[in-house]
């Protein structure tokens, strides 16, 4: 069992920055294909950022692509999504997800993720 702690989230003004966190533990952290998703009220979950395994393989949406960064310490067992210029349309709970992979691959099919956080919220005012 892999359990998934998300931190960092809060109440900004637009144009700022915030560092999501997302800690694992239960097992080994290693080959594990890590997103981050989000999801505003009223709106379908969405991926936002991607990482491999190894950290090689990123990915990003559109909508973020260019003001958010996502990132690994293995031997931390920690992910980390960087958020800059934040946007009212940021505004969501943010979620952690973990699948298992062989490959070193990101993942960005939803359905795919085994393991997830609880959630932090990000709300960026106007």
């Known amino acids: 069992q892999l359990t998934l702690v998300e931190s960092g989230g809060g109440l900004v003004q637009t144009g700022a920055s915030l560092r999501l966190s997302c800690a694992a533990s239960?097992?080994?952290?290693?080959?594990?294909?890590v997103g981050w998703f989000r999801q505003a009220p009223g709106k379908e979950r969405e991926i936002v950022a991607a990482?491999?395994?190894?950290?090689?393989?990123?990915w990003y949406a559109d909508s973020v692509k260019d003001r958010f960064t996502i990132s690994r310490d293995n031997a931390k067992n920690t992910i980390y999504l960087q958020m800059n210029r934040l946007k009212p349309e940021d505004t969501a709970v943010y979620f952690c997800?973990?699948?298992?992979?062989?490959?070193?691959?990101?993942?960005?099919?939803?359905?795919?993720?085994?393991?997830w956080g609880q959630g932090t919220q990000v709300v960026v005012s106007s």
């Open positions: 997800a973990a699948d298992k992979v062989i490959a070193d691959i990101v993942q960005t099919t939803t359905r795919q993720y085994d393991y």
């Open positions: 990482i491999s395994w190894s950290g090689r393989s990123t």
């Open positions: 239960g097992r080994t952290f290693d080959r594990w294909a």
